[in-house]
């Protein structure tokens, strides 16, 4: 079973769309976080959540912390071909586990 | 500068074969990851080093044997290994292993290609 889900699994989008991803457990986290990952790069994080109900914003990318802590969403404002690439959510669930656990990502396409 | 560099960055080689991975982190971190990922699979989780001990080993097959000689430096070193080990093995580092906010910072990763 998988303990982080991801959806939609790929996204091919024109840019100036708007989009959302989601990240669904049902496990409650610590933290969790987001990761974007280029063609043959390592992923890169862009956020960290920890706080249920907590939101942040990275220019054009909004990140909401579910309530109870069990889920996420990244919420992305006029897609440029730039945001293109795997999305990956990760969190470690509460009691302090070393091991954290990664979804199986969202592949977004942006086209111009 | 990602300050997770892993060398090489594509590796070829037999079943046979007996070959090295090498991650360096410039970031001062305690904590040191090797991960595995495939195709359409989450990121899969090897090992966990935490101030050069292994802290965590995630049902590995003995195929695959890590060395951490100190908290900068973290090697996979690979023997007879399989087709189905082909994949894309990252090499993470992080403040503390302990602490779930701790962000992990990645190398570009080694691609790899059992023949």
């Known amino acids: 079973t998988q303990l982080l889900e991801q959806s939609p699994q790929f996204l091919s989008i024109q840019e100036g769309e708007n989009l959302t991803v989601y990240c669904n457990s049902s496990?409650?986290?610590?933290?969790l976080q987001w990761y974007r990952q280029e063609p043959g790069e390592g992923p890169v994080l862009l956020v960290t959540?920890?706080?249920?109900?907590e939101v942040k914003k990275l220019k054009r990318l909004t990140f909401q912390f579910g309530d109870a802590r069990k889920d996420s969403s990244l919420h992305i404002t006029a897609a440029q071909p730039g945001d293109t690439g795997l999305y990956l959510c990760?969190?470690?669930?509460?009691?302090?586990?070393?091991?954290?656990?990664f979804g199986r990502g969202t592949s977004l396409i942006v086209h111009p | 500068e990602t300050g997770v560099t892993q060398t090489p960055r594509h590796l070829v080689m037999g079943m046979t074969n007996k070959k090295s991975l090498k991650c360096e982190q410039h970031?001062?971190?305690?904590?040191m990851y090797w991960y595995k990922q495939s195709a359409k699979k989450p990121l899969e989780l090897m090992f966990v080093?935490?101030?050069?001990?292994?802290?965590e080993n995630n049902s590995v097959p003995s195929r695959f044997s890590p060395e951490c000689p100190n908290s900068s430096h973290l090697f996979l070193h690979l023997h007879t290994l399989q087709p189905e080990d082909s994949a894309l093995y990252l090499c993470?580092?992080?403040?503390?292993?302990?602490?779930?906010?701790?962000?992990?910072?990645f190398g570009d990763g080694t691609r790899l290609s059992i023949l």
């Open positions: 993470a580092s992080s403040q503390e292993a302990a602490y779930s906010n701790q962000p992990q910072h």
């Open positions: 496990s409650v986290f610590s933290s």
């Open positions: 959540v920890v706080t249920g109900g």
């Open positions: 990760a969190g470690r669930p509460s009691g302090g586990s070393y091991i954290p656990t």
């Open positions: 970031l001062g971190h305690n904590a």
């Open positions: 080093y935490s101030l050069e001990e292994r802290v």
